[in-house]
């Protein structure tokens, strides 16, 4: 066999062997009940599970949303600092130390006084029921509805048979259960933030690739437009909580409450949190009053809700007003619907979202109404 047949056989290939599967049947009729029925039900189910899959991952949604917005909300002063001549990198470790600084801080200053107040609290609890007592209005209530007769049976009850020790254990339990998950929780919330914040420009730059051409621009402007909003709101809840922090320090030192510098920092913690914020504040502040006296107690009960009062009516409406251009009405309903639908984290975003929507429908649906 010479050369030329070897490499004509070795270039020949065998055909593949033809199956015989059959003739193709009928296509499926789309319009027929069952193909509908079923294809309903495979889109339902898996709606389901989708459902129940962002149900499971609710808490790790929260946390996303509350670094995002953080991180939003200290944007603008990572571009203050960009405009001093620092670059972004350090800028953004320059306001992430002093966010640490400030944990740190308030973390040291607030941790002593809780847990002595709080030994001094319950040492003193036999001793306040006493006291309330001998206030004619609490005595009258007392002697109708036998308030404070029941909260002494059920301290002596507690005290006596020894449940006051198990329940106890039990809230060790608890409260190392809290304080490990907050940990964690916050932990990872200063882990977002500080890669949001850091990554802000190329997630806004990644954005707008998805936006057509010819709408870009418009659509960044508008788009650093209501991060800067989001920033001023942030500024703002930081005004207020401190203004909030001040005239409560004010009040304690007037009633004579054991560090009132640590008191001043929780009600200044407390007010960055919509709504719900000055209700606890509130409670801890009465409670560490009722600690001196009864008479402080009360004192320090009115003086926080007249001033929550002040602020809810007019402190908070006009800053607002200014630094987002929302008017007052809006500020309050806007952060009482964003409450009721996603509780804490809907009244954070409540009202920069109201800015922001008030923003395009200035700037987009106005003028193509008025141009109609």
């Keep these: ?53 962002l149900a499971a991952a609710s808490q790790t949604f929260v946390l ?20 001093r001549g620092l670059s972004r990198s350090n800028a953004v470790t320059a306001i992430f130390l002093l966010v640490l600084i400030f944990v740190g801080f308030f973390a040291w200053l607030l941790i002593p006084p809780v847990i002595s107040q709080g030994a001094d609290l319950i040492n003193r609890a036999p001793t306040l029921l006493d006291q309330l007592k001998h206030n004619p209005t609490i005595s009258s209530l007392n002697d109708h509805y036998g308030v404070v007769d029941t909260l002494q049976k059920k301290l002596a009850t507690i005290t006596g048979d020894g449940t006051l020790l198990v329940s106890a254990f039990g809230g060790v339990i608890g409260v190392g ?36 051409k010819t709408r870009r621009d418009r659509v960044s402007r508008l788009t650093d437009a209501i991060i800067s909003r989001i920033g001023a709101f942030v500024g ?62 009360i004192i320090g009960f009115v003086a926080y809700v007249l001033y929550v009062q002040i602020e809810n009516y007019v402190i908070t409406p006009k800053i607002m007003r200014k630094s987002l251009a929302v008017p007052g009405a809006v500020t309050i309903i806007s952060a009482l619907l964003g409450s ?33």
């Design 236 to 297: 703002s809840q930081i005004t207020v909580s401190i203004i909030a922090s001040l005239y409560m320090l004010v009040v304690a030192l007037i009633l004579g409450l054991p560090s009132p510098f640590a008191i001043s920092l929780v009600i200044f913690v407390c007010g960055l949190i919509p709504l719900i914020g000055h209700f606890i504040g509130c409670s801890i502040f009465t409670v560490l009053a009722l600690t001196q006296s009864v008479t402080a107690g």
């Design 64 to 83: 996303i949303i509350i670094a995002l917005f953080l991180a939003m909300g200290l944007n603008p002063a990572v571009e203050l600092l960009r405009r």
């Design 1 to 53: 066999m010479t050369l030329a047949d070897k490499l004509k056989k070795l270039g020949t290939k065998k055909e593949p062997e033809t199956v015989d599967y059959g003739r193709p049947g009928v296509p499926i009729n789309r319009a027929h009940p069952f193909y509908f029925g079923f294809t309903a039900t495979i889109g339902a189910l898996l709606a389901l599970v989708l459902m129940r899959s």
């Design 340 to 372: 009721s639908l996603l509780g804490l984290v809907g009244a954070l975003l409540a009202v920069p979202i109201a800015a922001g929507i008030i923003l395009i429908l200035e700037e987009v649906v106005f003028p193509k109404a008025e141009s109609a």
């Design 177 to 212: 259960k809290t304080v490990l998950s907050g940990t964690f929780a916050g932990l990872t919330i200063l882990v977002l933030t500080l890669y949001f914040l850091t990554s802000l420009p190329s997630m806004i730059d990644l954005g707008l690739r998805l936006v057509p």
